[in-house]
């Protein structure tokens, strides 16, 4: 019983798709940012402002670690998980990796549809789309690590069969 784990920009799906994809395999679906966020008391945006990002990069890569322990989960990564602290590495050893490639344009299109500035990344970004392009270049070398990469959209069932083989 493998694990996957779930990488890739903000608003790529990996959050809405690993709750489908932890059903149909009877997995536990986890959310790195969530378990942040109770760890800490506080929302990632207030975690951002109040103690800055190394901080948040810190607590994210320990409760990530944290993990490795459990068996049979979904994990949805944070979009800036594997890019520090040796995070993608470790993601290789707890399971099987899939990182979720979604153009800029598509992301920055979920960004305003969510309607809430809750992405301290891109606080006070001139273009979001550039601003989204610029961190996918910058990310790239991480997520293209992943042991399975999926361009634009999928669904849960098709996710499922592409990992089967390797379950």
Known sequence: MKNVILVGMMSSGKSTLGKKLARLLNY?????????????????????????EPYFREVESRLLKEQSSQQGIVLASGGGTPCFHDN???????GISVFLDVPAANLAKRIRSHGKDDRPILSGAPSLEETLQSKINERLPYYSQADIVIKGEVEANHLLEMLHPLL
């Open 28 to 52: 536990k679906f986890v959310d790195l940012d969530k378990l942040i966020e109770k760890d800490q008391q506080s929302d990632i945006p207030a975690l951002f402002a109040h103690k800055g």
């Open 88 to 94: 993608m590495a470790f993601i290789k050893t707890m």
